[in-house]
């Protein structure tokens, strides 16, 4: 049973950074996609960032660009967001997302969440 696990979510001002993890477990995650996913309040998910098993990451989406990145550590089965310059429109509940590359844009396994909230 593939359990995601994201921590890390809070309140940050307007300008400010915060650091998502996600810790994953259940089985090995060789050939795994890992990434992000998040939904504001009355809108829709919105994918945020993948990243393969290398380490190389798909480009993020344009609403993020340059101000989110994406890492991963295999060894402790770990995918991470770093956001900087955060902004009001950035709240919402982050999602961690898994599953093998060869079934994306669908992903398998996702997180309970964890919520974000940017401060004006």
């Known amino acids: 049973q593939v359990q995601l696990v994201e921590s890390g979510g809070g309140l940050v001002q307007t300008g400010g950074s915060l650091r998502l993890s996600c810790a994953a477990s259940?089985?090995?995650?060789?050939?795994?996609?890992m990434g992000w996913f998040r939904q504001a309040p009355g809108k829709e998910r919105e994918f945020v960032a993948t990243?393969?098993?290398?380490?190389?990451?798909?480009p993020t989406a344009d609403s993020v660009k340059g101000r989110f990145t994406i890492s991963r550590d295999n060894a402790k089965n770990t995918v991470y967001l770093q956001m900087n310059s955060l902004k009001p429109e950035d709240t919402a509940v982050y999602y961690c997302?898994?599953?093998?590359?060869?079934?994306?844009?669908?992903?398998?396994?996702w997180g309970q969440g964890t919520q974000v909230t940017v401060s004006s």
């Open positions: 990243i393969n098993w290398s380490g190389t990451p798909t």
């Open positions: 259940g089985r090995t995650f060789v050939n795994y996609a």
């Open positions: 997302v898994a599953s093998p590359w060869g079934r994306l844009p669908n992903y398998d396994h």
